[in-house]
């Protein structure tokens, strides 16, 4: 069956600090994979997406997540947090003509002054 | 200007009226999704259509309906709503092509008493 599992609900982490988001995910095709992040009152806004080429991609906003097949996963990370970084983020894998998308439920990230 | 916009923002009702929340985009996108959002459920697929007279059922189309009046313009229905049916509800759109993302709106928040 596909599925996206993003196994942290929530994470808190300081201004500054390193992270990390893990995404894994099961899907019997070539998959494309993509991240969201949704801020309170907002509706979801693309990050990155992955669907082939270089592992390693970049997103808006100074994050970027690594394609791993083995480990069939898709993390999302970013060097140093920032307190606007404060928000829900979802992890979608979809492929194919159609396009639907299979979605995470979710981690919720808090960041400490 | 909003690319993918959604009215009403937000919507308080009864159990047993009829709902229509509308969806429109200036994208020229001819895929248009309608998605709910639960706590702790990320976003679950309702209905999704590929052009006017291509419309199908997603993963929790109970209790729901849709229409396409044009390319452009999306509307979800709840024929008559019940309270369970209070939700976070987005309308998303995307272009043809593989590795497409999808578009999303700010949202309709409905709560059904």
């Known amino acids: 069956a596909q599925s996206v599992t993003q196994p942290d609900i929530h994470i808190t982490v300081s201004e500054g600090a390193s992270l990390e988001l893990r995404c894994n995910y099961s899907?019997?095709?070539?998959?494309?994979l993509f991240w969201y992040v949704q801020s309170p009152g907002q509706g979801l806004q693309l990050l990155l997406k992955?669907?082939?080429?270089?592992?390693l991609v970049q997103g808006i906003k100074g994050f970027e997540a690594e394609f791993k097949r083995s480990q069939s996963s898709f993390n999302l990370r970013k060097p140093s947090v920032h307190w606007s970084d404060a928000a829900e983020y979802f992890c979608a894998v979809g492929g194919g003509s159609q396009g639907n998308l299979i979605f995470g439920k979710g981690t919720k990230l808090s960041v400490k002054p | 200007d909003a690319d993918v916009t959604q009215t009403p923002r937000n919507r308080i009702t009864k159990t047993g009226k009829r709902i229509m929340l509308e969806c429109s985009q200036t994208k020229g996108h001819d895929r248009m999704y309608w998605y709910r959002q639960d706590p702790g459920l990320g976003l679950r697929l309702i209905y999704y259509s590929f052009d006017v007279k291509d419309i199908n059922k997603g993963e929790i189309s109970d209790g729901y309906s849709v229409s396409r009046q044009a390319q452009a313009k999306f509307s979800l229905s709840l024929e008559s709503a019940i309270p369970n049916q209070t939700a976070l509800y987005f309308c998303a759109t995307r272009g043809q092509g593989r590795g497409q993302p999808q578009h999303f709106g700010d949202g309709t928040r409905l709560s059904i008493l």
């Open positions: 899907y019997g095709a070539t998959p494309y």
């Open positions: 992955y669907f082939s080429g270089d592992t």
